[in-house]
Structure formats: structure tokens, C-alpha cells
């Protein structure tokens, strides 16, 4: 009961409601990810179903949010969602903000498993996650460049974290194309600029980094985009829209009266290649509003 004499305990709860009128951004990590995978058999050096596996658990995520998360980005075993700074969601509580997206993207993460996945799930996944408060839109935008630009610094879900993609990618194919022990590789790349990288990369295994899926070089945005083709209204209909595109540079955050480009085309059947998702300008415009 409210009035019981046992209620006081409740006195030691203490408040944690975010600032006012500020961007509030959660991130989540996999716990043991490189363990993780390693036993899911995850493939090597990216793991393009896990990748997708991750993006479908922070779309059910926006998806139990919508009108609170405007903007999410994933690269690796992290994603990061960008709340409204007029949400007034769980009133702004972070312990309940961080616990809830948590546990429904570990929960989506799970229930998916199956319907990406080869191997069965054998032991179950684990996250963490914290929020930290932005005050202005500048901040914000740093904050998700910051994320995209460490994607490329960014272990994929292979390795231990602070090994960059295009470490991860050279290191791999030394492994597993040049027949190398993981020591050798290691030793092979010690010292070396991302010039020298890309070189052995070119030259030993005919690989261009640079034209490797935008999937792995430049991770996953999802953002509410106006469904296309519909009557001018004062809120639009929207739709979740999965992108891998460039969000450093001001094209994808800024709207001009310029005709959208032509999507790129494509006569892959893969599903980071499928055209919508390579272009995206001024889909961030509404976000930062």
C-alpha cells in the first residue's frame, strides 16, 4: 500500500530526469561480442546477415518509439538512437529511457535470430547501454559523425574493438586468402599506414577497399523519411528508411531545392545494395528541426 509504513524506502530512489529541452542520445554495446561470435560462427571479416540482424532489432526499437526516436545509427555490435528533445517520454527518467530501449532491441534481437541467422543461437546475447545529453543540434551532429567515422576505426563482429574495418578487412584476407596464422597477420600489418593497407589489400588480393559494400564502410542510418508521391499535408506520412550513406557531410542533413538524385543503379539481389538505401539527401533536415 501507498501509505504503508514501509513506503519511505522509496525515499532513496533518486531522480534521474534528463535536462530539458535537450537531445538525448542512448547507446547500446554487445557485452562479449567477440566470444559471441566467435561461437555463432559469425563470417569473416563482416558478417553481412549479423550486420542486418542488428539493424532489424534498432528498427523494432524506432518502430515501439516512433514520434520519440527520429534518427538511429549502427555499425559493428552498437547502435545509437537519437531521442526528440521535446519528448517528454517516462518523463524524461534516463534509468527508464536506457533500460526500455535495451531491452527491447535485445528482445528483437533474439526473437530475429532465426530469420537471419545459420547457425542455431546457442547462448544468449547480452547489451549494455548509457545516455548522454546534447545541447544543441551542432553537438548532435557532431555526435553521429563521431560514430560513422569510428565505424571505419571500428572492429566488425569478428574482432576486439579498437581494430579499424580496413585492419579487420587486410587482416582477414591475409588469414584466410594469404594463408597466414592470426600471429603472422598481426605481424605482417604491425606498423603500417592505411596507404600501405590499402596496397596489400590491391595488390596481393585484387580487393579495393573503396568499393567494398557501403554496409561495411559506412555502417546503417535509419530515419522517417515522408513516404514519396503523397498529396502535400501538414504531417506527412512517413516510413523507416534503412540507408547506408555518408552522414558527415551536409548532404544527407540539409534540404535543397535541387531534383533528388537518380537512385543508383543496381542489378544486385543483395540487400545493401538495393538503390533506396544508397541515397538518402536531406533525410536528416526534420530531425534536428
Known amino acids: 500500500m501507498a501509505g504503508s509504513r514501509y513506503a519511505y524506502v522509496r525515499d532513496f530512489e533518486l531522480a534521474d530526469a534528463a535536462l530539458p529541452r535537450t537531445y538525448l542520445v542512448v547507446r547500446i554495446d554487445g557485452r562479449g561480442f567477440h566470444r559471441f561470435s566467435q561461437q555463432q560462427q559469425f563470417s569473416k571479416p563482416n558478417d553481412p546477415d549479423a550486420l542486418e540482424l542488428m539493424n532489424e532489432a534498432a528498427r523494432a526499437v524506432l518502430r515501439e518509439f516512433k514520434g520519440h526516436i527520429t534518427l538511429a545509427f549502427g555499425e559493428s555490435d552498437e547502435y545509437s538512437f537519437l531521442l526528440d528533445r521535446d519528448s517528454n517520454l517516462y518523463n524524461r527518467r534516463q534509468s527508464k529511457l536506457v533500460s526500455h530501449i535495451v531491452s527491447v532491441f535485445t528482445g528483437a534481437y533474439v526473437f530475429m535470430w532465426s530469420r537471419y541467422m545459420r547457425i542455431p543461437l546457442e547462448r544468449p546475447p547480452s547489451f549494455d547501454g548509457r545516455l548522454v545529453m546534447y545541447p544543441t543540434a551542432r553537438e548532435v551532429r557532431d555526435y553521429f559523425s563521431w560514430r560513422q567515422a569510428d565505424s571505419t576505426f571500428a572492429a566488425a563482429l569478428t574482432q576486439p574493438a579498437h581494430i579499424n574495418n580496413l585492419y579487420n578487412t587486410v587482416f582477414w584476407a591475409l588469414v584466410l586468402q594469404g594463408q597466414q596464422t592470426e600471429h603472422e597477420a598481426h605481424e605482417t600489418l604491425k606498423g603500417t599506414f592505411s596507404s600501405d593497407k590499402h596496397e596489400i589489400l590491391y595488390t596481393r588480393f585484387g580487393i579495393n577497399y573503396d568499393k567494398l559494400p557501403a554496409l561495411y564502410r559506412k555502417g ?50 543483395l540487400f545493401y545494395e538495393a538503390p533506396d538505401r544508397l541515397t538518402g539527401p536531406g533525410l536528416g533536415e526534420r530531425v534536428l528541426e
Open 220 to 269: 546503417t542510418t535509419l530515419v522517417w523519411a515522408p513516404v514519396p508521391g503523397q498529396q502535400p499535408r501538414s504531417k506527412p506520412k512517413t516510413e523507416l528508411r534503412s540507408l547506408h550513406v555518408d552522414i558527415i557531410s551536409d548532404a544527407f542533413w540539409m534540404h535543397t531545392d535541387d531534383a533528388p538524385p537518380a537512385l543508383p543503379t543496381s542489378t544486385s539481389d
